[in-house]
Structures are given as structure tokens and as C-alpha cells.
């Protein structure tokens, strides 16, 4: 009988063996977040006062100045009266239904995620454009960061690093980076041959064409998957919320565990406008640097 | 012999994976298909050498696959041989380090490209300016001197316009600007009017010539298309599956082809329009070049011919009969040869195509004089070598 048994029932390993390991896995990942955890905090303390005075000054502005300010990036970026006034309207709603306070808090951290997102992921995307191997290593690397659940990598950052704001930012770039990594890769191996190697013929280093050519050419792809980034950070806020980032995912929680259908709706919503307003402007932004595309005849 | 300005020295070029281990197999003459087959390896070029001199249009020409803008790849080595030289004005370019070829890139030769290569970002004068912006020039400079080359391939006017704006045949032109810009002394055009429809490609055909006169630069210049070869070429090279099959004069190869794949390309071609009346014509003969009338009698009688070409110090002064000699010579024999007694035949220049003289041709009944710039007279154009040239 105990021959045949791997044939109805998967050989598994001894159950303590298995726990073993884990205890083995967890143990030392605890002395490592214990001896070396402060550390590596203080590494991130430059990045958590900026987190702190830049969502102190959103939240502590006049409200009448961060909507100026706003509408009038949306303008320079758009060039267009009709979503100016819409996302004027968005913006105070928001307010009157008392969802300013978390809709600035929700603003800054999705702004700082973005642009670390876009400090790391571009650099990566080049890096990984130049060479064939440093494309198949980081491949693999971003699908594990695009189809792991966030809760998996969310427990060794608040082990790390406590919960709070910055487990939350690095939490949220692990999740929306990979946009913009794989569209700036994808945008400079797609620049027409031609046009580079008569950059080349002409004599230029490779710096003068990733700057002259490359970078500029791939730039709507590039804005494509910043743009990619953006909703993805922001698809990331109630999850973020779960570990102590406040903002509109807070109350979107509390209504989940409180049946609270309304609010849930109302922050929903805000978040939803933000996505718009942000979509939007990057989107229009990245046309208008494309309008040599536009044909004359 | 002068030295050649470019000088290819038995240039290899094997695609593939390890494209030295196959070059023993090339060497031996093993035929391309066995090699792809045997390794895996594509021969590219085979064996090439070829001097290339100051000043002259060079053309390399072959169908597609024949290895013509992998070997002009190789000038400036945005490809790199799997053995063999090039040597530019005596410096081998295999031997130039990274900083060294981009400078050798900026300064000795540009390159104007089958697809234009015109970055889509910037306006035209951005993109005739760009060998210099890579060089470093400031602005200022920058646009001063693209202006002008602007100016000169016709263009004016379109300085802040965007490449995709403009025509294929426009966009060339911003091409050949960028390339000249730079005052590089050597040309590489890579197929370069290939894309254009056949009006606008003979107009840039002729503006090239045109330039050529003025700049002297030296140019290699890359096609499939028989008929440019031989209106641009001074020297033809020709290519076939990545081997040299043929170089010389265009009016060399259009009447004496190497080999069957050379003949069968040559057939085709419009040989009026090709060949210049100097290919075709016969050395001087019957000159005539005493001072009287009796002596031009007896002169011609020697000839055993009824005319002659009456020439002086100055050269060549016009067409005699002997029938009107003798006329003449009733009256008075001792009279120096004068404007009347010229017949009125036409004469015609070394360099004209035949396509332009084959009506005066018709018409006369003598050879034609043929007669050079200074008016020296250089020879003499037959019906019967006309029509032989034609008909062959």
C-alpha cells in the first residue's frame, strides 16, 4: 500500500521540515530587519522629510492657491480652456465635499511616487535597451514586480521599515514602475535604424546620440508608460492606506469594513478625478512635444 | 600613377556568429550557398580591392544583395570587416580607437542615406546643421553655415519646417545639405535617389553634377540603377554576391563587359544617351594643314579622300572639299586658304552624348570634326561608327 501512495497523494515534504525552513527564513529575516533595520531607515530619512514638508505645504496652502496653481499646469500642459474648467469644477467639488484635505495628501504622495518612478525606471529602461542580457535579467524581474500580490511584498517592507509613510512610497513604486521601465526600453530599441546610424556616420558619441536621438524619439512611448505609472500609483492608494499612508484610501478602507457605501463612492470618485486630471495633462503634455508628427500636406 | 585617396585592400565581410572560423572556407573558394548551408554564415563581401581617387564620382552599383551598402558601410565603418584594410589619404581606418573614428566621422566623410535618416525631432536647418552640432560649433556659427547650404540646395524658406513636412525629393536635398555641411572631403551616397520618382531623381542627378563641378569633393556613390551609374560614375565598380566582378570607365564597361552577369546587365541600356561622342570617335586624320590652296590640293590627294579637315596654330578652322579646291585653284592656286571656301559642317564637342549629335549626323554626309574646348581638333565621328555603337 505505501508504494502506490505517491500516486493518489502528492509526495509532500515533512511538515516540519517545511516549518523548519520557514522558521529558518523568518528568523533570519528578523535579525536582519532588527540589526540592520535603523539603518537603512536613516538611509530613507531624506526622502521621508520631503514626503512630510511637501504634503505639509499642499495640505496648509490656501485651497484657493492649489487650485490656481493646478488649472494653470493643466493649461500651460493642455492648451485647452474645456478640461482647464473641468478639472476647476473636479477640485471644487472635492472640496465642498469636504475630501480636500485627503485629496492633497493623496496628491502628494502619487507626485513623489511618480517621480522617483521616473528617476529609477528611466536610467533602468536605458540600461536595459543598450545590452540583450540586461534586458532578459530585469525582464523576469518586472513581471514578479507586476503579478506579485502587493500584501506579499508589503509584509518584508513593514518588517523593515515599520509601517508609515515610506513603506507606502516604496510599496507603490515596486508596483508602478514597471511601465515605465519597459516603455522606455521598448521606445529606444524602436527608433528608426536610419536615423541612428546617420547619427553615428556624422561622428556622434554615444552620449550625443542617447540624447540627440534616441531619448527625444522614444519620447512617446516613454510618456506612455509614465503615463502607464501614474494610474498604476494611483490604482495602488487604498492598498497603500492599509499601512499607515493617509490620504483618500483611508476612508475608502473604513467604508469596506463599515459598509459605508457613500463615502466610499465620494473618495472613490476623488481618486477617480485625480486620475483623470493626471492622465490627461501627461497625455496631452506628451502630444505637444510631437508636433513635428503633424503633417503639413 | 597617383596615389589613390581610398584604397580598399582585400576587404572580408562574414556575417554570423564566428565569422573567423568560416574564412578559411571563403579563402578556399567554397561557394556562398555551401557556406550558408555548411555554417550558418552569410559571405557579405569577398576579396575586395578597389583605389578609389581625389575628385571623382565612384560608383558602386549591383543588385539588391550584392554587398554595395555593406561595402560602403565599411568606408567609415559603421560596419566592421572581418579582415582586410581601408586606407584614407594614407591612414588605415581598422586602426583608428573609438575617439579617433568619431573624429575621422565628423571630418573626412559624410553620408547621405537610401531613407533620407533625417531625425524626425528637428526642423531642417536643425538637421543640415547637425554634423556640426555634434562637432561642437556654437549656435551662432551653426546656422549661419546651414543657411547658406540651405540657400544652395534650393530650400529657402523652409528653415523651421519638420522633415515630414517636405517631400521625398525636398527631404534628399536637406540629406545632401547635412552631408555637405560638414566640408567633409569625401561623399558616401548610399543609394542615395533610389527612393525618389524618376523626374525628381534625374533633377537631383543633374544638381549633383552640377555641385560636383563646383566642390570637387570625392564620392562614392552606391545604386542598383545602371543608367545613374553611368551618367554620374567617372569610374564604375561592379558588384555581384559580394564580389568585385567589374571596375573601369563607364564607356569601358558599356563596351567591353568582363563577364556574361555584366553584358546581360549592360544590354538594356540606353547607349545613345550613355556614351559621349569621345568613346566613339575615330583619331584625326586627314588634316590639312598648309597655307595655300594648291598645297591643301596636294595635301588631300595623299589622304585618298575627297575632303579634309583644314587645321592652323589655332586649331581647327573648317570643313574643305576637294571639289571646291580645284574650283579655286583655276583662279588662283597661291591664295592662302580663306573663310569662303569652308563647307558648312557642323562640329561637334568630345563630351556631348550621342544621343544629341545623332541628328547632325544624319544630315552630313562627311564625318563630323570633333572639336574640344580649346578648338583643337581631337577626331572625327563616322556614320557607319555611330551606327555600329548604337545597333551593337
Known amino acids: 500500500m505505501s508504494e502506490a501512495n505517491w500516486l493518489t497523494k502528492f509526495p509532500e515534504m515533512e511538515r516540519s521540515d517545511l516549518l523548519v525552513i ?3 527564513l523568518d528568523g533570519a529575516y528578523k535579525e536582519f530587519s532588527r540589526s540592520y533595520g535603523e539603518i537603512i531607515e536613516g538611509l530613507f530619512d531624506p526622502l521621508l522629510r520631503f514626503l512630510v514638508w511637501f504634503e505639509k505645504l499642499l495640505v496648509t496652502s490656501p485651497w484657493w492657491i492649489i487650485i490656481a496653481v493646478i488649472c494653470s499646469i493643466v493649461y500651460s500642459a493642455t492648451r485647452s480652456v474645456k478640461l482647464t474648467i473641468g478639472v476647476l469644477i473636479a477640485f471644487v467639488l472635492i472640496g465642498y465635499f469636504g475630501m480636500w484635505e485627503n485629496t492633497m495628501r493623496t496628491m502628494s504622495i502619487i507626485f513623489v511616487c511618480t517621480m522617483l518612478s521616473i528617476a529609477i525606471g528611466i536610467p533602468v529602461g536605458i540600461l536595459m ?17 507586476q503579478t506579485m500580490p502587493a500584501f506579499v511584498y508589503l509584509i518584508p517592507v513593514v518588517m523593515l521599515l515599520g509601517i508609515g509613510k515610506v513603506p507606502g512610497v516604496i510599496a507603490v513604486v515596486i508596483y508602478a514602475i514597471p511601465p515605465v521601465i519597459r516603455l522606455t526600453n521598448l521606445g529606444i530599441r524602436l527608433v528608426d535604424k536610419e536615423v541612428l546610424e546617420a547619427a553615428t556616420a556624422y ?7 542617447l540624447l540627440g536621438v534616441q531619448l527625444p524619439l522614444a519620447l512617446p512611448t516613454i510618456m506612455a508608460g509614465i503615463n502607464q505609472t501614474i494610474m498604476m500609483a494611483l490604482a495602488m492608494v487604498v492598498i497603500a492606506s492599509m499601512i499607515g499612508v493617509k490620504g483618500l484610501g483611508q476612508p475608502v478602507l473604513k467604508s469596506i469594513t463599515n459598509q459605508y457605501f457613500t463615502l466610499g463612492l465620494f473618495n472613490g470618485l476623488a481618486i477617480v478625478a485625480l486620475a483623470i486630471v493626471f492622465d490627461r495633462v501627461s497625455q496631452a503634455y506628451g502630444k505637444r512635444t510631437q508636433k513635428h508628427m503633424e503633417r503639413a500636406h | 600613377m597617383t596615389v ?16 573567423k572560423t568560416v574564412m578559411p572556407m571563403v579563402k578556399d573558394g567554397m561557394p556562398k550557398d555551401d557556406i550558408l548551408a555548411k555554417t550558418g554564415h552569410t559571405v557579405g563581401l569577398k576579396d575586395i580591392n578597389l583605389d578609389i581617387n ?10 539588391s544583395g550584392s554587398g554595395k551598402s555593406t561595402l560602403i558601410r565599411h568606408l567609415n565603418r559603421l560596419i566592421e570587416p572581418t579582415e582586410g584594410k581601408i586606407i584614407v589619404d594614407g591612414e588605415d581606418v581598422m586602426e583608428l580607437g573609438q575617439k579617433g573614428l568619431e573624429q575621422f566621422r565628423r571630418n573626412r566623410m559624410s553620408m547621405v542615406f537610401q531613407r533620407f535618416g533625417l531625425m524626425p525631432h528637428r526642423t531642417v536647418i536643425e538637421n543640415i546643421a547637425y554634423g556640426l552640432t555634434v562637432q561642437g560649433m556654437n549656435k551662432v556659427d551653426r546656422a549661419a553655415k546651414a543657411g547658406e547650404w540651405l540657400e544652395i540646395v534650393g530650400l529657402s524658406g523652409y528653415e523651421n519646417q519638420y522633415p515630414s513636412q517636405l517631400s521625398g525629393g525636398q527631404q534628399q536635398r536637406v540629406g545632401l ?17 533610389s527612393a525618389l520618382d524618376p523626374l525628381i531623381r534625374s533633377e537631383m542627378q543633374d544638381q549633383l553634377i552640377e555641385l560636383q563641378e563646383k ?4 564620392i562614392v556613390f552606391i545604386t542598383h540603377d545602371l543608367d545613374e551609374a553611368l551618367r554620374l560614375g567617372d569610374r564604375i565598380a561592379i558588384l555581384k554576391d559580394g564580389e568585385l566582378v567589374q571596375e573601369g570607365a563607364p564607356a569601358d564597361i558599356l563596351l567591353h563587359p568582363a563577364t556574361a552577369y555584366v553584358e546581360a546587365f549592360v544590354k538594356d541600356v540606353n547607349r545613345a544617351r550613355a556614351l559621349t561622342v569621345e568613346t566613339v570617335m575615330k583619331p584625326p586624320a586627314h588634316r590639312i594643314t598648309t597655307g595655300t590652296i594648291a598645297e591643301a590640293l596636294q595635301q588631300m590627294k595623299t589622304f585618298s579622300k575627297d575632303y579634309g579637315y583644314y587645321c592652323t596654330d589655332d586649331g581647327y578652322q573648317g570643313f574643305l572639299l576637294q571639289t571646291t579646291l580645284e574650283e579655286a585653284a583655276k583662279k588662283d592656286g597661291d591664295k592662302a586658304i580663306e573663310q569662303g571656301l ?15 549629335i545623332i541628328p547632325e549626323s544624319m544630315e552630313a554626309n562627311y564625318p563630323l570634326p570633333v572639336v574640344d574646348e580649346d578648338g583643337d581638333l581631337q577626331g572625327n565621328l563616322p556614320r557607319s561608327s555611330l551606327a555600329e555603337v548604337l545597333t551593337n
Open chain 1, 22 to 24: 520557514r522558521k529558518g
Open chain 1, 129 to 145: 535597451s543598450r545590452s540583450n542580457r540586461m534586458q532578459s535579467i530585469v525582464t523576469p524581474i518586472l513581471d514578479i514586480m
Open chain 1, 203 to 209: 561622428g556622434a558619441n554615444s552620449t550625443q546620440r
Open chain 2, 4 to 19: 589613390p585617396l581610398i584604397s580598399i585592400q582585400g576587404l572580408y565581410k562574414v556575417f554570423g556568429t564566428k565569422p
Open chain 2, 54 to 63: 581625389k575628385g571623382q564620382i565612384y560608383v558602386i552599383m549591383g543588385l
Open chain 2, 177 to 193: 545639405a547635412r552631408a555637405l555641411c560638414t566640408d567633409a572631403d569625401i561623399l558616401l551616397m548610399d543609394e542615395a535617389f
Open chain 2, 215 to 218: 566642390l570637387h569633393k570625392t
Open chain 2, 342 to 356: 569652308f563647307e558648312d559642317l557642323p562640329h561637334i564637342s568630345p563630351d556631348t552624348v550621342l544621343e544629341e
